[in-house]
């Protein structure tokens, strides 16, 4: 017999391309997302090159009328500066006190009811959802005119941020000292103060100071809805077309927050919070050596020789008063002491604040239910549109004047240089402010907020994008040039595959600023649903108010939620 050969089957062909990632999916979904937006968005305001060319001119009319700018005197700067201090002080130090019970309840960690978690991750949503501007509105109708909304309009808002922030941080501290006294029998309040706050006060501290400093440049433009500050005084200006006195206003409002950014800078590094949970063994302090250290001194008793784990002269309990430790408590005592001056000096009446009840009750009574209207909804999808629009175009800006300002990218230095201290100046301005220069050059409704909005999401764009280019590594781009590549190939293969993640979550986090301050821009007749929100609270509509309200918090957490599903597969 014969036997038949074997039939060797033909190999399936390989494929010289990798598969698809999802990765790459998420990547290209997300592009393709922010291009439809930002058309639709550009359709919905009806901008155009001949309505942009045109609102720039007009714009640039404006700002002619307002030169030279016309400071008031030094006295009604002095004033008007501290009073905006204060409020920005206040309203973060409540914050602070009220943010540390709520971060620990919030985080994963916690151990008490189970009921309370939920309670307090829902309360930190919706405070960190709804604007500053748009609390101070709900509180002036409270409270009344004047600084004391204000503050409490800050320290609102900012118990979302501190709290949110906080809580993560307790949930990323070491466990072992938290279960030690658990084990001792001590209660949850017992574990939180003696185990867990003692670790993750350095990030305490550093989430305050740049809090603070977000709430000054928005306790600047507060008194645009009567809560005090140097915006009532900016307000006035433009209310009676006296566009002098508003550009001195406006320049004054610059300086200070450029001077605050500089001396926030220098407290961090001062203080070096973010390197408190990286010091190493071998950069203890005198205190922490003499408390929990190991150091050996050979002594002599009877001619035999030993060892002691203390200093001769200090008990076990007593670890000295070094001078790192005078410095901590000195400061500790001095921001005690300024948080209570700044208290004071906001002149809280107790019989005004008795009298807010029945204002409060009323508004409370009126919430519910919520009565949603189709023009609401519509306002909330204009301030969607207006906002996506503004970042995905001022993502697109961003990057390139990254690329302008990055030192591995940057094709001069002296251009560099030149770029980020615009950027720097720009950003100093608020976006309301922004709002109301274009609702007087070119009236009220989208275009103008559109503006403003990609004017401020450009230059945050810029700076984000910039740092995260100088911390990626160089050498896979100096390879490429090395072997010849120009410089924008060395770009596209060796540098920008490493870049998109950082790409997409800074987009993304300038896109959930963008959607937040579009809810403000409303109130300067800049559209979007903050015109519709001041209007229900004047008219007394608290329904409408409450409608508004869930529905912002519901798009922001949207928009949360979908930056945090793309960072966790682009990441």
Request: charged residues 15%; proline residues 6%.
């Amino acid at each position: 017999m014969v036997s038949a050969a074997p039939v060797r089957r033909a190999a399936a062909p390989v494929s010289a391309r990798p598969p698809v990632s999802s990765r790459a999916v998420v990547a290209a979904a997300l592009l393709v997302a922010a291009v439809a937006v930002t058309w639709l968005a550009f359709w919905w305001i009806g901008l155009s090159a001949a309505s942009l060319a045109a609102g720039l001119d007009d714009t640039a009319r404006l700002l002619a009328r307002m030169w030279p700018p016309d400071l008031p005197g030094a006295a009604d700067v002095a004033r008007m500066v501290a009073e905006t201090l204060l409020i920005a002080v206040a309203g973060t130090g409540l914050a602070a006190l009220a943010s540390v019970p709520l971060a620990f309840v919030a985080a994963r960690t916690h151990r008490g009811p189970r009921w309370l978690r939920p309670v307090a991750r829902t309360v930190v949503v919706l405070t960190r959802a709804v604007p500053t501007l748009a609390f101070a509105i709900l509180f002036v109708r409270i409270f009344g005119l004047g600084p004391p909304a204000g503050a409490l309009a800050v320290a609102v808002h900012s118990v979302g941020m501190i709290a949110k922030l906080l809580a993560d941080a307790v949930e990323e501290a070491d466990p072992a000292p938290a279960e030690a006294a658990r084990a001792c029998g001590a209660g949850e309040a017992q574990v939180a103060v003696s185990a867990v706050l003692p670790r993750v006060l350095p990030a305490l501290t550093a989430i305050v100071l740049y809090r603070l400093d977000i709430n000054i440049r928005a306790s600047a433009v507060l008194g645009v809805v009567g809560a005090g500050g140097i915006g009532v005084a900016l307000q006035t200006a433009l209310g009676s077309l006296n566009y002098h006195r508003a550009a001195g206003i406006i320049c004054v409002i610059v300086v200070l927050v450029l001077l605050l950014e500089l001396l926030s800078v220098a407290l961090r590094r001062r203080t070096g919070a973010g390197r408190a949970a990286g010091d190493t063994p071998r950069r203890r302090t005198r205190a922490g050596r003499a408390a929990g250290g190991t150091l050996r001194r050979r002594t002599r008793a009877g001619g035999a020789t030993g060892t002691a784990a203390l200093p001769a002269g200090r008990t076990p309990y007593d670890v000295g008063w070094d001078r790192r430790r005078v410095l901590r408590a000195a400061g500790a005592v001095t921001v005690t002491a300024v948080f209570l001056v700044s208290l004071a000096a906001l002149s809280p009446d107790p019989g005004r604040l008795a009298g807010a009840w029945p204002n409060l009750r009323d508004l409370l009574a009126g919430l519910w239910p919520p009565a949603f209207t189709g023009d609401l909804l519509m306002a909330v999808l204009e301030s969607l549109l207006m906002a996506l629009g503004a970042a995905a175009a001022g993502a697109a800006c961003g990057l390139a004047l990254a690329l302008l300002t990055a030192a591995g990218t940057t094709p001069w230095r002296p251009l560099s240089a030149v770029v980020r201290v615009l950027l720097v100046v720009v950003r100093g301005v608020p976006d309301l402010v922004y709002a109301l220069l274009f609702v007087a050059a070119l009236g009220l409704g989208p275009f103008a907020g559109f503006l403003a909005l990609w004017i401020s999401s450009t230059a945050l764009a810029a700076k984000l994008f910039a740092d995260s280019l100088e911390q990626l590594d160089p050498l896979p781009y100096k390879a490429l040039t090395a072997a010849g590549a120009r410089p924008w190939q060395a770009f596209t293969a060796g540098t920008w595959p490493r870049f998109v993640p950082s790409f997409t979550g800074n987009g993304l986090f300038v896109a959930d600023l963008a959607l937040r301050e579009s809810v403000v821009l409303g109130i300067a007749g800049a559209g979007g649903v903050g015109y519709l929100m001041q209007e229900s609270i004047a008219t007394l509509r608290y329904d409408t108010t409450a409608a508004i309200v869930i529905a912002i918090a519901v798009v922001v957490y949207a928009i949360e939620t979908l930056a945090r599903i793309a960072r966790r597969h682009l990441l």
